[in-house]
């Protein structure tokens, strides 16, 4: 009699507690002969060529990004992801069944399952595929063709709801639309702690169908083999994207990873059991925007990114401390007393990841567009929107006259990229990521506002970066926040709100202990202004830091006149009165800024001046800050060749050029831009050149660069 197999696609659902299509199975064990998980590598997103024995070429093209071009998924979440599949086999292992992992694409996989499964010696009809379903443009490519494929066989496919959220679509109210502001969102779910389902149990051993004999399975399809040990597998992914920029600085001694993120169901747990023993979850609320170490915020954002635990059960476990049910939470301050001011808080969060997950429901591929969610002009008709002039490091690309050139936002993009772009908080928070994969939400949102508001530079570039690096990487978490902040997606405040980076490294870094420990190259300096914004240290402190000809000193890509101990004016509103020519002002900042006091200032915009070194180019802006601090102004930043210019006579220069383009008063000129589309109509490797342009055209500054680092 012919068999019936269930083959199941696992993709971001790595667990079999709180996995609805396992429990299924398992309820239903006599409906099938066969069970099998299968988990693919998808060939577009993990370079696969670490997978090739032979020496046959990759068939696949490199798993590259559609703008930059740089790989998909970097060394960090390689790990992460290869570690998770592999826990997530050992458990369905010793529940009595197994998982198929395979490389390439679903469909493909899929195909050779129909035409080659066996089970001693007989053929096997697959019954049914079923999968869950994700968003990403290729993830519904893979639904898509999958279903196509069910049709030609005659096999049932059932594309099943992605429960890693915290609230389930199914009881998801929204009317006939999401509110595109997250606070009107918010408040139709409220109040959250009512919300969530329950958790599905994890099935008991022996509780699911049978899973084949290795031997009956089809193989894995030519040229690639399947590492039989997790370092094999953990080597082979790594090994093709680990040299990601030339020169990667070696780990610095003092710095602390914020978590040493080891994949996988168990480990998940593991920290959310943790976090709530270490109090971290009753002061979360207090300690969710700090920079350093394990204990500031919860650590779980690439378990929840690969499915490894849902949100839901991290609602449950808290529902358990705050209901006094779990005897493993006892004598932990707030046991019994109720939901506190942190356990709300992150029930807070994880609803903001579920929203931009919804929103990517809703807007789709415009998440990768460069003028983002923006719907104020009329697409069929043939019209652009009106953007301000991203600066991009290709000259096809780039507006004419664009000022700095191509090559000179190449350099920029480099650095920002390495981390030496002279500012403190921004560089570490770079080296953190390349170093552990991992860095704050705070930092997150100063790195895209540097990116996006001070450098104008195309913010696609620092999404795909983050892309290829964050071990916690979510398609929707990371292209939403990156538009946000860009101010080209759901903030209400839009272009509007900038981070000053200064005033960020002193709220929340106060003693400068972050920006130290991931740039020990600035661990002599004293002046935590000068921590924080090397240029505006004196020739002689970075002559006796032994500084004076590194790049971040001479050319840094940004001077931010910082002014400290300045009286902040501030309006009716609460916010931050405008800038002394007029620049718009900034209140209270929202999300993802997260706290009341983001430091998010308009400052006045200008051109970028070249700098009187030879080649060297920053960008002068006018910052004040609100006057926390009382320490005495510093506003000389050295001009790029080491001797000083009054502060006066450099923005005078700047203002005049600024009058000049037309550019006055901090406002930015608005005229059509060209829109390159990202992954869902550019296509993959579209622009795969850029990366091997930008390291033939920043090859002396690297050179310069890595003596710094
Ligand atoms: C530019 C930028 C890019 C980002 N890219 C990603 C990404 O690719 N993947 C990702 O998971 N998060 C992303 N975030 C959101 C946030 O920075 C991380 O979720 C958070 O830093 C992860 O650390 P944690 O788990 O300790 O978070 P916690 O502060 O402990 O928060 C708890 C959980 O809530 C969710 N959450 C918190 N903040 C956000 C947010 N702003 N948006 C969506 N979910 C949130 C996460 O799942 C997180 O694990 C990005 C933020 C910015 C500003």
């Known amino acids: 009699m012919t068999k019936r197999a269930v083959v199941h696609f696992c993709r971001r659902e790595l667990r079999v507690g709180d996995n609805s299509i396992i429990n299924h199975v398992a309820d239903h064990r006599n409906e099938y002969d066969l069970y099998i998980p299968v988990y693919v590598f998808p ?141 009107t969102y918010r408040k139709n779910q409220e109040p959250l702690r009512e919300k969530p389902r329950g958790v599905i149990p994890a099935p008991t051993k022996g509780s699911l169908p049978r899973f084949p004999a290795n031997s009956s399975i089809p193989v894995q399809p ?24 030339s020169d990667i600085p070696p780990f610095p001694e003092n710095a602390v990873s914020a978590h040493p993120f080891k994949g996988g169901e168990e480990a998940g747990h593991a920290r959310l059991m943790a976090f709530i023993e270490s109090q971290g979850m009753n002061r979360y609320k207090d300690t ?79 998440f990768f567009r460069l003028e983002g969610l923006r719907t104020d002009y009329n697409e069929e008709a043939g019209e652009t929107p009106k953007m301000k002039h991203w600066k991009v490091p290709t000259g096809k690309e780039a507006r004419d006259g664009q000022n700095p050139p191509p090559q000179k936002i190449a350099e920029f993009l480099e ?169 718009p002002a900034v209140g209270r900042a929202g999300r993802p800024g997260r706290s009341s006091s983001d430091g998010a200032q308009a400052g006045d915009r200008t051109d970028c001046p070249e700098s009187q070194a030879s080649g060297g180019a920053s960008l002068v802006e006018d910052v004040r800050t609100s006057a926390l601090y009382t320490r005495s102004q510093h506003t000389d930043a050295p001009i790029a060749n080491g001797s000083y210019r009054a502060p006066q006579e450099v923005m005078a220069r700047f203002l005049s050029r600024s009058a000049r383009d037309g550019n006055q008063n901090g406002q930015t000129n608005y005229r059509g831009s060209a829109n390159r589309s990202s992954r869902g109509s550019g296509g993959l490797g579209r622009h795969n050149g850029y990366q091997e342009k930008l390291h033939a055209s920043v090859q002396s500054s690297q050179a310069q660069q890595s003596s710094g680092v």
């Open 415 to 583: 650095r920002f990229n390495a981390g030496t772009t002279g500012m403190g908080l921004i560089d570490a928070s770079q080296r953190e990521l390349m170093h552990t994969g991992y860095t704050s939400n705070r930092a997150r949102q100063n790195v895209a506002s540097f990116l996006a508001k001070h450098l104008d530079i195309d913010w696609r570039y620092g999404a795909e970066w983050y892309e290829m690096l964050l071990v916690d990487y979510d398609v929707s978490s990371n292209w939403a926040n990156w538009q946000y902040v860009s101010g080209v997606g759901n903030d209400p405040r839009g272009d509007i709100r900038i981070f000053n980076p200064i005033k960020q490294a002193f709220d929340y870094d106060k003693e400068g202990k972050y920006v130290r420990s991931w740039l020990p190259e600035l661990s002599k300096l004293e002046k935590l202004e000068n921590v924080f914004q090397l240029c505006s240290a004196s020739v002689e402190d970075v002559k006796s830091a032994g500084l004076a000809e590194n790049p971040m000193f001479l050319n840094p890509l940004k001077r931010i006149h910082f002014v400290v101990g300045a009286s902040p004016r501030v309006n009716k509103r609460g916010g931050l009165r405008r800038g002394r020519r007029g620049s």
């Open 288 to 366: 969710r925007n700090g920079l350093f170490g394990p204990e500031f915020s919860t650590k779980l954002s690439a378990y929840l990114a690969q499915g490894c635990i849902t949100a839901r059960q991290v609602h449950h476990a808290l529902l358990a401390f705050e209901d006094g049910t779990n005897p493993r939470f006892e004598g932990i301050e707030g046991y019994g007393k109720g939901e506190n001011e942190g356990t709300k808080a992150v029930r807070f969060e994880l609803l903001w990841r579920d929203y931009m997950r919804l929103c990517h429901q809703k807007f789709g591929d415009k």
């Open 43 to 183: 060939s577009s997103q993990v370079e696969l060529s670490g997978l090739i024995k032979d020496g046959t070429p990759n068939p696949f093209p490199p798993a590259k990004s559609a703008v930059a071009g740089y790989w998909r998924t970097g060394p960090h979440r390689a790990k992460f992801i290869a570690e998770s599949v592999w826990a997530f086999k050992e458990k369905l292992e010793s529940l009595g069944s197994g998982l198929v992992i395979r490389v390439g694409n679903i469909a493909d996989i899929a195909r050779s399952f129909a035409q080659g499964l066996t089970d001693d010696g007989q053929k096997v009809d697959v019954g049914a595929i079923w999968m869950t379903s994700h968003e990403g443009s290729e993830e519904k490519k893979d639904e898509r063709a999958v279903e196509s494929l069910c049709g030609d066989l005659g096999a049932e496919f059932k594309l099943w709801v992605d429960e890693k959220y915290f609230l389930d679509d199914r009881d998801v109210k929204i009317g006939d639309e999401l509110p595109n502001i997250f606070t």
């Open 222 to 245: 030519a040229p690639f083999t399947i590492p039989e040990a997790l370092e094999g597998l953990v080597e082979a992914l790594v090994m093709p994207v680990k040299h990601f920029i």
